[in-house]
Nanobody
């Protein structure tokens, strides 16, 4: 059984930082392409960032480039999303997902079959 679990969300003021974490069980983490998505109320779920299993390819949405950093620790089987300079428009439920691939031009949500419950990020102005 595949389980995906996100953590680290919370309430932060604009300009602040948060680090999200994600663990996956039931799959070989080191072989997984991993992505972060987010969904704001009334909006579609969108790809935020993606990292190939090898670390060779990384994708960032234009809206988060130079502010967010995706990374992974295969020994800890954990994916991270460091979010700096947060803006109110970053407010959303954040999800991580194994799947992929992670082309530089964007991620296809249909290629990510496993999902967790998400972690809420709220940025106040």
């Amino acid at each position: 059984q595949v389980r995906v679990m996100e953590s680290g969300g919370g309430l932060v003021q604009a300009g602040g930082s948060l680090r999200l974490s994600c663990t996956v069980s039931g799959l070989a983490f080191g072989d997984l392409n991993m992505a972060w998505f987010r969904q704001a109320p009334g909006k579609e779920r969108e790809g935020v960032s993606c990292l190939m299993w090898s670390g060779d390819s990384t994708y960032y949405a234009d809206s988060v480039k130079d502010r967010f950093t995706i990374s992974r620790d295969n020994a800890r089987k954990t994916l991270y999303l460091q979010m700096n300079s947060l803006k109110p428009e970053d407010t959303a439920m954040y999800y991580c997902a194994p799947g992929g691939p992670c082309p530089y031009y964007g991620v296809n949500i249909l290629r990510f079959p496993y999902w967790g419950q998400g972690t809420q990020v709220t940025v106040s102005s």
